[in-house]
Nanobody, 124 residues
C-alpha cells in the first residue's frame, strides 16, 4: 500500500504564493507519474498538473498555466506544486495522486493512489 501525504495548504490572500508538498511512502516512487488535482465546494475533482516519472515532461490545466509549476525530487519521494499569483478561484482541496504508469498520456489516465488532501483558501 502506498501512502501519499500532502502539506503546505493554508489561508492566503490573492496574489501570494504557496508551495504544496506530497511525500510518498513507496520506494518505487520514481517509477510513476504523479499529479495534483483539486476539488472546490460543489464541483467535481479536476486535474491541475501532472509530471512524468523522470520529471522532464509536465502538463497543466489551462487555468493554472504560467502560474503553477509541478516538480519532483525522486531522491526524496516528493512532488511539489508551486502556486504563484493565487486567485480566489484557486480555492479548493488539493489532492496528490500517483498514476498507474510512468508517463501521462491523458489527464484522465488511471490513478492508483490518492492523498488525503490539503485545503487551499484564497481570499480576495
Amino acid at each position: 500500500q502506498v501512502q501519499l501525504v500532502e502539506s503546505g495548504g493554508g489561508l492566503v490572500q490573492a496574489g501570494v504564493s504557496l508551495r504544496l508538498t506530497c511525500t510518498a511512502s513507496a520506494r518505487t516512487f520514481s517509477a510513476y507519474a504523479m499529479g495534483w488535482f483539486r476539488q472546490a465546494p460543489g464541483k467535481e475533482r479536476e486535474f491541475v498538473a501532472g509530471i512524468n516519472w523522470s520529471g522532464d515532461s509536465t502538463a497543466y490545466t489551462s487555468s493554472v498555466k504560467g502560474r503553477f509549476t509541478i516538480s519532483r525530487d525522486n531522491a526524496k519521494n516528493t512532488v511539489y506544486l508551486q502556486m504563484n499569483s493565487l486567485k480566489p478561484e484557486d480555492t479548493a482541496v488539493y489532492f496528490c495522486a500517483r498514476y498507474r504508469r510512468g508517463v501521462i498520456f491523458t489527464t484522465s489516465d488511471p490513478i492508483d493512489y490518492w492523498g488525503q488532501g490539503t485545503q487551499v483558501t484564497v481570499s480576495s
